[in-house]
């Protein structure tokens, strides 16, 4: 059987999980002002969003999807004064703003 593994590389990266630092940066959390929310997102140890994260929500067709998601991006620049980049693949811009007119967002994030 062929070894396609090098050794050094793995010595270099493999180790105990019991000996992993977690830099002070991944105890940082968002706080959406909404508690329910910074719990779904981080439990209760840790509640929030972990800047820099990427979240990807799944559901049926009408669930409320894009619904929510433009409101986290609206909860997260507006109560926490982050940079957002809502990105969304099936819905144009007008769509995308009709919606969040409907909501009453003020839409202050990127697109």
Known sequence: MLNLIDKKVVAETVELLSEVEV??????RIDLGIPVLNEIFGGKE???ILPGS????????GAGKSTMSLQL?????????????Y??????????KLRANRLGLKGGFCI
């Not at 693949?89 to 995308?96: I, L, Q, R």
């Open 54 to 61: 990427v979240h990807l929500f799944t559901a049926a067709p």
């Open 87 to 96: 990105n969304c693949g099936e819905e144009s811009k007008p769509m995308v």
């Open 46 to 48: 840790m509640p929030g």
């Open 23 to 28: 830099p002070k940066k991944f105890y940082t």
């Open 73 to 85: 991006a609206e909860l997260m620049h507006a109560n926490a004064g982050r940079n957002v980049l």
